[in-house]
């Protein structure tokens, strides 16, 4: 049971709540961006900058074998 005067949740109305913000608009293309990209300034971190899949592939590599790839591997990948 309910206690009397609290209300149920489900059954609030929305609070409006003001968009997020970020300062560097070349990252963001939705909202949930701007969300994320707020949260990532907040905490002082930025995104990474786009790469090509081969360097993806190396790091990937690197951080799962502990040893870059010869190119050979990337190559047969």
Same mark, same amino acid.
Do not use: C, H
């Given at each position: 049971?309910?206690?009397?005067?609290?209300?149920?949740?489900?059954?609030?109305?929305?609070?409006?709540?003001?968009?997020? @913000? /970020?300062? $560097?608009?070349?990252?963001? +293309?939705?909202?949930?961006? #701007?969300?994320? !990209?707020?949260?990532?300034?907040?905490?002082? @971190? /930025?995104? $990474?900058?786009?790469?090509? +899949?081969?360097?993806?592939? #190396?790091?990937? !590599?690197?951080?799962?074998?502990?040893?870059?790839?010869?190119?050979?591997?990337?190559?047969?990948?």
């Amino acid at each position: 049971m309910q206690a009397p005067g609290r209300a149920l949740w489900s059954v609030q109305p929305l609070k409006k709540t003001e968009p997020a @913000v /970020s300062k $560097n608009d070349r990252w963001s +293309k939705t909202s949930i961006d #701007r969300f994320l !990209y707020s949260a990532m300034e907040k905490g002082g @971190v /930025s995104p $990474n900058p786009a790469v090509n +899949k081969q360097q993806l592939l #190396r790091r990937a !590599y690197l951080d799962l074998i502990g040893l870059p790839p010869t190119p050979e591997d990337v190559d047969a990948f």
